[in-house]
């Protein structure tokens, strides 16, 4: 399984943008990019995915490198509600696995 | 309705009983699985099922049993479980199938404790 690399902890200021690095540096052409974000006591919720091309949704958006090795996720504007830990995860388009790594544990400072 | 359901909850069992943990999707989804949670630590595969068959089991010991009756339901038969087994289980479900790599949906999962 290709894997990730986060930082294990990051804060931010409420109301203030903040972005999530996940280097993938041995990504394969049919792998996905997503991100997933668990909030405490609650099971992971989707944030986003994409392949090649940046993607934006509601929640955030995705920026990806050009090389694909390197990914960021971005949140516009911070609010305590997205305090939580922030996986990257590579799923290959190939199949149904899906395996998390030890993700980013996001601190809101209000 | 976009929800994974999971029952029970909590569940407290000894290392001898038999007990079952219940998953329900209604999104039409065809691939189902089961995550184990430690505190503190990321969620781990256990199983995935893929059109009601067991596509990928990540050598889970042979004390969980999982069962697809059909593409709705998902169930963890457990069997002398040992307190280290104690964790929240977390099922989830995606659209599935090659070249379709949608987004999970988990439930708010099952607590076990084994006494």
């Known amino acids: 399984d290709a894997k990730t690399t986060q930082p294990n902890s990051m804060e931010s200021n409420e109301e203030e943008p903040v972005h999530l690095p996940c280097n993938h540096s041995t990504i394969s052409g049919t792998d996905y990019i997503h991100w997933y974000r668990q909030l405490p006591s609650q099971g992971p919720e989707y944030v986003i995915h994409g392949l090649t091309s940046n993607v934006n949704n509601r929640m955030a958006s995705l920026a990806i490198a050009e090389d694909r090795k390197s990914s960021t996720l971005i949140l516009h504007r911070a609010t305590l509600r997205d305090a939580a830990v922030y996986y990257c995860i590579l799923r290959d388009g190939r199949d149904d696995k899906i395996i998390f790594g030890k993700g980013t544990r996001l601190h809101i400072l209000p | 309705d976009t929800e994974v359901t999971q029952t029970p909850k909590h569940l407290v069992m000894g290392m001898t009983n038999k007990k079952s943990l219940k998953c329900e999707q209604h999104?039409?989804?065809?691939?189902m699985y089961w995550y184990k949670q430690k505190a503190k630590k990321p969620p781990e595969l256990m199983f995935v099922?893929?059109?009601?068959?067991?596509?990928i089991n990540e050598s889970v010991p042979s004390r969980f049993s999982p069962e697809c009756p059909n593409s709705s339901l998902l169930n963890l038969h457990l069997h002398a479980l040992q307190p280290e087994d104690s964790a929240l289980y977390l099922c989830?479900?995606?659209?599935?199938?090659?070249?379709?790599?949608?987004?999970?949906?988990f439930g708010e999962g099952s607590r076990l404790t084994v006494l």
């Open positions: 989830a479900s995606s659209l599935g199938g090659p070249r379709r790599p949608g987004e999970l949906f």
């Open positions: 999104m039409g989804h065809r691939a």
């Open positions: 099922y893929s059109y009601e068959k067991l596509s």
